[in-house]
């Protein structure tokens, strides 16, 4: 499996954000809360899609069913412009009953249909794929192990409920801090 850049990029700012919306100022999970309140604003998220898609995509976070992988993870190789439609996808993917209104929504926007694509891709890689470790880190675990797995493998599978760990979590809610502020935000301090 191979992962195009484009969605190597877009995967980091998908998971900043959920992992942004998951946790308050006194480290209180409450990613329900806001993905609720973001779910009742799609009529204006759909106005970023096309600058900040990440943002937007987080709305249908384990909104989406995938039953043919292997198709999903074709699509993880390709880049923007080439996403077949929605339409296009039925056999392979299918919408939560809570998503579908959400997805008619977006789906009368235009780019709308490539958009349902992207998201559903974005989802799959944050359940299903994680990155493989960095080449010297793989190697010492191989020695370890008795492995002879190939560096070459992208990605292996996890388990969607692993536990985060929580420094990681607080240097990625710093480079957020960081980015905002560039981008003209107040930092909460």
């Known amino acids: 499996m191979k992962l195009s850049p484009y969605f190597r990029d877009l995967r980091s700012a998908y998971q900043a954000e959920l992992e942004d919306l998951s946790f308050d100022s006194e480290d209180k999970n409450v990613l329900r809360q806001r993905l609720t309140q973001k779910r009742n604003e799609m009529a204006f998220l759909v106005q970023m899609m096309e600058l900040s898609p990440e943002m937007v995509a987080v709305?249908?976070?384990?909104?989406?069913r995938f039953t043919g992988p292997s198709r999903m993870e074709h699509l993880l190789g390709l880049h923007a412009g080439q996403l077949p439609a929605w339409d296009s996808l039925k056999d392979s993917i299918q919408l939560e009953p809570w998503a579908q209104g959400l997805a008619q929504t977006v789906l009368r926007e235009p780019g709308g249909s490539?958009?349902?694509?992207?998201?559903?891709?974005?989802?799959?890689?944050?359940?299903?794929?994680?990155?493989?470790?960095?080449?010297?880190?793989?190697?010492?675990d191989a020695e370890e192990d008795g492995d002879d797995t190939s560096a070459d493998d992208d990605f292996s599978r996890f388990d969607a409920d692993d536990a985060r760990d929580p420094q990681d979590r607080r240097t990625r809610e710093e480079a957020g801090a960081d980015w905002l502020a560039d981008q003209g935000f107040d930092r909460k301090d």
């Not at 709305?59 to 989406?64: A, D, I, M, T």
């Open 59 to 64: 709305v249908f976070h384990q909104g989406f």
């Open 114 to 140: 490539s958009f349902m694509t992207l998201a559903a891709v974005l989802e799959y890689l944050y359940h299903h794929v994680r990155p493989a470790p960095a080449p010297a880190q793989e190697e010492a």
